[in-house]
């Protein structure tokens, strides 16, 4: 996990007061009735799924979506964009990194304030969209999308920047992640013996806590979640929103490329 600051909180302020209302899509098929939406279509979310997509009485698939939603990402949050690539390019150190063709730029998750979020509610979980994103027979796109045969499936990012946090009397907004160690040195002696590797091992719930404009990068592969931050305000008040965005990265050949 690395951290690259991109934004100062005004800059980070000025972005967020820029999206207009009618490009939030809610993610009812996950949230239910909570106020979680994003900006952009995420795979995950609205793949083999009516999600909906802006204006918001629209119901239409993810390509639909990534086809709609591209243009306005790169006409409204273009240099942004364009920040975080190059960042990634110069962090990562192995290679261009670009936008990926025939998927959606990286996107935001918009969550307003809701008593819920006091609580660890969010789905631990892995980003192993690829893994589905690139199966034969169930709607991959393997078959559309030539070049991810070039693509390592263990070389992946995940990155968030967060644009808008929490009050601080509401806690500290993050990402809580599962780490895993040893109890003890000589861990390797247990590596045949999956039994006596489990024994030994100890798993760790940790917290990243975010900053407003500071990257967070990691590989997508540790068990994590939203993390719930304390408190409680109105959901109109804009001042306990969480907006960050969010994107994944994978390399493919010689370049790693960027996408949501």
Not at 138 to 155: D, F, H, V
Not at 231 to 247: E, H, I, K, Y
Request: with cysteine; aromatic share 12%.
């Amino acid at each position: 996990m690395f951290r690259r600051q991109v934004l100062t909180p005004e800059e980070a302020a000025a972005i967020v007061a820029s999206i207009p209302a009618d490009r939030l899509i809610h993610i009812s098929d996950t949230a239910g009735p909570l106020p979680f939406f994003t900006v952009g279509p995420y795979w995950a979310y609205h793949k083999n799924k009516t999600g909906g997509a802006p204006p918001l009485t629209s119901r239409t698939s993810y390509e639909r979506a990534m086809e709609t939603e591209r243009e306005y990402l790169k006409a409204a949050f273009g240099g942004l964009l364009e920040d975080v690539r190059d960042i990634l390019e110069q962090s990562l150190r192995d290679g261009p990194v670009r936008f990926a063709p025939g998927l959606s730029l990286p996107g935001f998750h918009y969550i307003y304030s809701h008593a819920a979020w006091q609580f660890p509610v969010f789905n631990m979980h892995v980003d192993d969209e690829w893994n589905s994103m690139t199966a034969n027979g169930t709607g991959g796109l393997s078959e559309q999308l030539p070049w991810l045969a070039e693509c390592e499936s263990r070389s992946r990012i995940s990155f968030t920047l967060p644009l808008a946090l929490p009050p601080s009397d509401q806690g500290e907004a993050g990402l809580n992640y599962v780490a895993f160690r040893s109890k003890r040195q000589g861990c390797a002696d247990h590596v045949g013996d999956e039994w006596a590797w489990c024994a030994d091992t100890c798993a760790v719930m940790r917290r990243e806590v975010y900053k407003v404009g500071r990257l967070v990068v990691h590989s997508g592969l540790i068990i994590h979640q939203v993390g719930e931050w304390g408190g409680w305000r109105p959901s109109w008040d804009l001042r306990a929103r969480r907006v960050t965005m969010q994107g994944f990265g994978i390399r493919c050949g010689e370049a790693w490329y960027l996408y949501w």
